[in-house]
């Protein structure tokens, strides 16, 4: 019997909803912070197949957790592709070079750098009752090439967008890279035991109407696509955070299996605009986890209310910050795990 979290996302509107949170392993938990200082280093953590195994499943073991993300991060697509990545910390990522004069051909391939991933899957799958699901990911073509191309990450995705106008077909050239290496990234995590995955368009926000089609519909559905024709069981969970009412045309002409809905989206509107019986993930705000006020139950209750009419996977609108304390955390699943349908 496949998980609740499997089921959901096949398409079946359960009793009861599964949660996990994205960034859910990760910096506010302790667990964490001792790893990371004990091997010095996000990018250490994430080769060390051990640790990042543990990690992966720190948050399963302390709260149960009906899906485990995988530890690793979007950019590993990039240095997979040849760029040099580090992390350092308050800084966030750099990479170099950047693609921004179009250095996309003097770029040499390390697909080596992938496989420790695969290994990383296989340990947490391993270790998995049939209960939790095991979750891979990977940035969506856009998001990735706004830190390849600008060398890390920017407040609007400036660089990226004028080039995307400037050199429309160069940019073209860049995305399609990256989406042929994310097919591969995805299905290799799935043949290494990956159940469901998610592609994550974080800054599909800044993009006008048209760009959006091009640069994050266009380009998603073809790898749904892709992944699809040679993994058909594996849903596939697309995340443009930041859509707007663009989520709709994303959720229809994409093909992904389930939508992931920031907390900028009312939970009311995305029930009733996205296609029928498609599963929804989120749409709770990671700031009321973090203030913790008597707020919080009230306002998941309202989420898991507003979608209690079709598949719903209770999730945040993104990451979890690190500042928040493990006792809200602890609050938000209550509050989930005791929720009855209206
Ligand atoms: O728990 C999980 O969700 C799984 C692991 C995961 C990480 N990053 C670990 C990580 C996932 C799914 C990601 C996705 C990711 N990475 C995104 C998309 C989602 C989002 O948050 O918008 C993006 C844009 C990145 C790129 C990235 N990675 C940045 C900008 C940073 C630095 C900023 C920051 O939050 O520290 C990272 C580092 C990173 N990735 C950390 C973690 C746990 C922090 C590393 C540390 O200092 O310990």
Redesign the pocket.
Request: glycine content about 18%.
């Given at each position: 019997m496949p998980g609740l979290l499997l089921d959901t996302l096949r398409g079946t509107n359960t009793q009861e909803r599964p949660i996990w949170l994205?960034?859910?392993?990760?910096?506010y938990l302790p667990e964490y912070r001792a790893l990371?200082a004990e091997k010095g280093g996000?990018l250490a953590l994430v080769y060390d197949t051990d640790a990042a195994a543990e990690i992966t499943l720190q948050p399963i073991r302390r709260f149960g957790f009906d899906g485990a993300?995988?530890?690793?991060?979007?950019?590993i697509v990039p240095f997979a592709m040849g760029q040099d990545l580090s992390?350092t910390?308050g800084e966030?990522?750099r990479l170099s070079p950047r693609l921004v004069d179009n250095a996309l051909g003097a770029l040499t391939a390390v697909p080596e750098r992938l496989t420790p991933i695969y290994e990383t899957v296989r340990k947490v799958r391993a270790q998995l009752g049939p209960e939790t699901t095991m979750l891979g990911?990977a940035?969506s073509p856009w998001?990735v090439a706004t830190y390849m191309v600008a060398g890390e990450?920017s407040r609007d995705q400036a660089e990226t967008r004028a080039l995307a106008y400037r050199d429309p077909e160069g940019f073209q050239a860049i995305v399609e890279a990256i989406a042929e290496v994310t097919v591969d990234y995805l299905c290799g995590q799935i043949e290494a035991g990956a159940e469901a995955v998610q592609l994550?368009d974080?800054w599909a926000g800044t993009l006008s109407p048209q760009q959006f089609e091009r640069w994050v519909i266009a380009p998603n559905a073809r790898i749904v696509e892709a992944v699809r024709a040679r993994h058909p069981q594996t849903p596939i969970i697309g995340f443009p955070?930041g859509a707007g009412e663009k989520l709709a045309a994303y959720a229809r002409e994409t093909r992904v299996d389930a939508v992931g809905v920031d907390e900028t989206i009312d939970p009311l509107w995305a029930a009733r605009e996205l296609p029928e019986g498609m599963p929804v993930q989120g749409n709770f705000d990671p700031l009321l986890v973090l203030a913790g006020s008597e707020d919080l139950e009230r306002q998941a209750i309202r989420v898991l209310d507003a979608f209690a009419g079709r598949p719903h996977v209770f999730n945040l609108g993104?990451?979890i910050g690190q500042h928040t304390p493990i006792a809200h955390v602890e609050r938000l699943l209550a509050a989930v795990r005791g929720w009855t349908r209206p």
């Open positions: 994205m960034r859910q392993a990760g910096r990371r996000f993300i995988l530890f690793s991060d979007i950019l992390f910390a966030g990522p990911f940035g998001t990450g994550f974080s955070k993104h990451g």
